[in-house]
Structures are given as structure tokens and as C-alpha cells.
């Protein structure tokens, strides 16, 4: 499966962005695909993640209530709409699909075994 990210760019807080992640190949064989992301420095973070089939979403608290998963009928996108965005949301976001993840490891970057390239989420105060 190749993934493709886009949609970042440079928001004021309290603003408003969606990420797309364009999935190609073998898109029904997916059990879960999820958003991470990463800042200089730090670790690749779980932000949020569906059951591809069956569309149950997971969001870490970080981002819920402010942020939301979804995919479209024909599973070729995924998106992140995320509002009320802060400073602490700036990172490079990276889209992510596991044919083989497990409930337990949906906020493992390590349990993902295809990655899109990033795209970067730039909050400003």
C-alpha cells in the first residue's frame, strides 16, 4: 500500500486545518490506519487512528474534541480535520496503515508497517 500526505500548512491558533492521505494498493487489506506526529526532537506521537472496515476511531487526549478521523466509502482517503488548533499541534504530521495492527498496539507507531511522507502543521500564537 502507498500512502500520500498533504493538506499542512501555517495556521494562527484557533484555526482550522484538514490532512488528507491518499492510500493506494492493497487499501481493503488495512486493519487500521491511524495519524501520528512528530516534532524536532521528540518522538513520533499517536494523534488518532480508525478500524479501516468498521470506522471505530481512536484519538489520543490530547487532540479529543478538537480533532477527527475519517475515510471516505471507497477507502482510498483518509483525513484529519483538525480545529482549535494551539502551538503545541505543530509537527510533522505523517499518515499510517497496518494490515496487521491490534487494538492494543493502535497508538504504536512500531505496530504500522506503511508510512506516507509527512506533512508539516505550523501553529503560530
Known amino acids: 500500500v502507498q500512502l500520500q500526505a498533504s493538506g499542512g500548512g501555517l495556521v494562527q491558533a484557533g484555526g482550522s486545518l484538514r490532512l488528507s492521505c491518499v492510500v493506494s494498493g492493497r487499501t481493503f487489506s488495512q486493519r487500521y490506519m491511524a495519524w501520528f506526529r512528530q516534532s524536532p526532537g521528540k518522538e513520533r506521537d499517536f494523534v488518532a487512528a480508525?478500524?479501516?472496515?468498521?470506522?471505530?476511531?481512536y484519538y489520543a487526549d490530547s487532540v479529543k474534541g478538537r480533532f477527527t478521523i475519517s475515510r471516505d466509502s471507497a477507502r482510498t482517503t483518509m483525513s484529519l480535520q483538525m480545529n482549535s488548533l494551539r502551538p503545541d499541534d505543530t509537527a510533522v504530521y505523517y499518515c499510517?496503515?497496518?494490515?496487521?495492527?491490534?487494538?492494543?498496539?493502535?497508538?504504536?507507531?512500531?505496530?504500522?508497517?506503511?508510512w506516507g511522507q509527512g506533512t508539516q502543521v505550523t501553529v503560530s500564537s
Open positions: 499510517a496503515a497496518g494490515p496487521s495492527v491490534i487494538l492494543s498496539s493502535v497508538a504504536s507507531h512500531s505496530a504500522y508497517a506503511n
Open positions: 480508525m478500524e479501516w472496515s468498521a470506522q471505530r476511531t
